[in-house]
């Protein structure tokens, strides 16, 4: 028969102690919201029919908004009057000497006609294959500003320059007989004439340009975008499209679209991871 044993004090200790149990850390599946907000690698054919669609329902959009000529010629002449009470009104002397430099003027008006979507569409396929993780935040800049615009444009009905009654532009499409802007020539039956506030071309320039500058790595590519909107300002207003006005709507627009953007994704776009994991 054994000798029975008796625990120490410190074994009894031991004993009564707990040990705690392992914990395993709980993972929380992000909500749908959350999903949406977090930036992802973009899909080609999303992106190529998100563009297509949004580009036609603007230009259906712009094009039916009513055209108020007598509003939108109001406008003109109170925005004139403006610029030229505040020794602002420039527009008329930049229209005239660009246009007695007949090659430099005709040059303009095929870059108002065509630059406006070949940069545009340009920034956006670099962005996507250089910087995806990017590239959701920076469209939505886009996409925003060109939002606003079309409330612009029907809040606000304004003639370009160059249909004011006795305000002596001179239309540069029609003097000099150049394929050009929708707004000028055959092709203004088919383009709103009276959305003039806010400036487009200055809006999309500007966005790129602040893209290519904070994105690019040579630095000849930064300038090139530094001065893109620059030189879009001056052929709005030596082609007498927009008033100097109609460029500071577009950067209004555009302050708003990129104030959109850094609330949904908590972050200017360009401060985002340059990669993001693929769409599942």
């Excluded at 102690?17 to 930036?39: F, G, H, K, N, Q």
């Amino acid at each position: 028969m054994g000798v029975p044993t008796t625990k120490t004090e410190a074994e009894s200790r031991q004993d009564t102690t707990e040990v705690p149990a392992e914990t395993t850390p709980t993972r929380t599946r992000p909500s749908r919201l959350e999903r949406w907000r977090t930036p992802r690698r973009p899909r080609i054919w999303f992106e190529i029919a998100l563009i297509a669609v949004s580009y036609w329902t603007y230009s259906l959009i712009r094009n039916a908004v009513p055209e108020q000529k007598d509003a939108a010629l109001r406008n003109a002449d109170w925005i004139w009057d403006t610029e030229r009470l505040l020794g602002v009104a420039f527009e008329q002397s930049v229209n005239h000497t660009v246009n007695g430099v007949t090659w430099l003027i005709i040059g303009m008006n095929y870059y108002y006609a065509t630059l406006h979507f070949i940069v545009t569409i340009g920034v956006l396929v670099w962005l996507y294959r250089s910087h995806p993780g990017r590239y959701a935040a920076t469209r939505l800049v886009i996409f925003a500003t060109t939002g606003c615009a079309l409330l612009g444009y029907y809040l606000f009905p304004l003639a370009p320059p160059r249909l004011m009654n006795g305000g002596h532009f001179i239309d540069t499409v029609n003097v000099h007989g150049t394929w050009g802007s929708m707004a000028s020539g055959n092709l203004a039956e088919m383009s709103n004439q009276y959305a003039a506030m806010p400036s487009m071309h200055i809006g999309w320039s500007v966005w790129c340009g602040i893209t290519i500058a904070m994105l690019a790595k040579p630095l000849w590519a930064r300038i090139l975008g530094a001065l893109y909107p620059v030189m879009t300002l001056l052929v709005i207003v030596s082609t007498a499209n927009h008033f100097w006005l109609d460029a500071v709507g577009g950067l209004l627009c555009l302050s708003l679209g990129f104030g959109i953007s850094y609330a949904w994704y908590g972050r200017l776009s360009y401060n985002l991871p340059k990669l993001a994991p693929a769409t599942s």
